[in-house]
T-cell receptor, first 112, second 107 residues
Framework: NAGVTQTPKFQVLKTGQSMTLQCAQDMNHEYMSWYRQDPGMGLRLIHYSVGAGITDQGEVPNGYNVSRSTTEDFPLRLLSAAPSQTSVYFC???????????FGNGTRLTVT | GESVGLHLPTLSVQEGDNSIINCAYSNSASDYFIWYKQESGKGPQFIIDIRSNMDKRQGQRVTVLLNKTVKHLSLQIAATQPGDSAVYFCGGGKLIFGQGTELSVKP
């Protein structure tokens, strides 16, 4: 099992550009989520999904869209990048119920 | 709502000493707590978890203690090693994490 795979590892965008951060898991997990990590801020939840076709907002959803058309994939879309979205983004997945999250190794995004 | 936070942003210990990282939570309805370790350049990794019907759970060199009366969670690392240097996060349920404590181990 590859676990949770995030691509790309690094990305530089100009303000106003759009892009999609990819996340895939091969553990048949129902739950998937996106976090951003900024210095001194810990991990903040952007969006999450409890199964295919179901998504919901987390703590900091503005500026981001998600969809969950399959169990395996949970892409995060930035429609119009802003410098405030410069961050490291982590995708995670887990079984339903009380179970730990499995994280990818992150995408480091810089918006200039 | 529920929040889980850590007491100290940094902790420095001598190699071989025991480390204790603390965490407080505010929602007594939470029934599941987790500790994660994040090394530089990587995603957080699961260390140990505990359910609310337990007070203590031990793993290999790590112990998690849960005090429901004061809503406090702690991670104890025995005989701390340089490889334990990382940022440690506590979690409540699936969706909530603290700010992280950076553990530095001095050789």
């Amino acid at each position: 099992n590859a676990g949770v795979t995030q691509t790309p590892k690094f990305q530089v965008l100009k303000t106003g550009q759009s892009m999609t951060l990819q996340c895939a898991q091969d553990m048949n997990h129902e739950y998937m989520s996106w976090y951003r990590q900024d210095p001194g801020m810990g991990l903040r939840l952007i969006h999450y999904s409890v199964g295919a076709g179901i998504t919901d907002q987390g703590e900091v959803p503005n500026g981001y869209n998600v969809s969950r058309s399959t169990t395996e994939d949970f892409p995060l879309r930035l429609l119009s990048a802003a410098p405030s979205q410069t961050s490291v983004y982590f995708c995670a997945s887990s079984d339903r119920g009380n179970s730990p999250l499995h994280f990818g190794n992150g995408t480091r995004l810089t918006v200039t | 709502g529920e929040s889980v936070g850590l007491h100290l942003p940094t902790l420095s210990v001598q190699e071989g000493d025991n480390s204790i990282i603390n965490c407080a939570y505010s929602n007594s309805a939470s029934d599941y707590f987790i500790w994660y370790k994040q090394e530089s350049g990587k995603g957080p990794q699961f260390i140990i978890d505990i359910r609310s019907n337990m007070d203590k759970r031990q793993g290999q060199r790590v112990t998690v203690l849960l005090n429901k009366t004061v809503k406090h969670l702690s991670l104890q690392i025995a005989a701390t090693q340089p490889g334990d240097s990382a940022v440690y996060f506590c979690g409540g349920g699936k969706l909530i994490f603290g700010q992280g404590t950076e553990l530095s181990v001095k050789p």
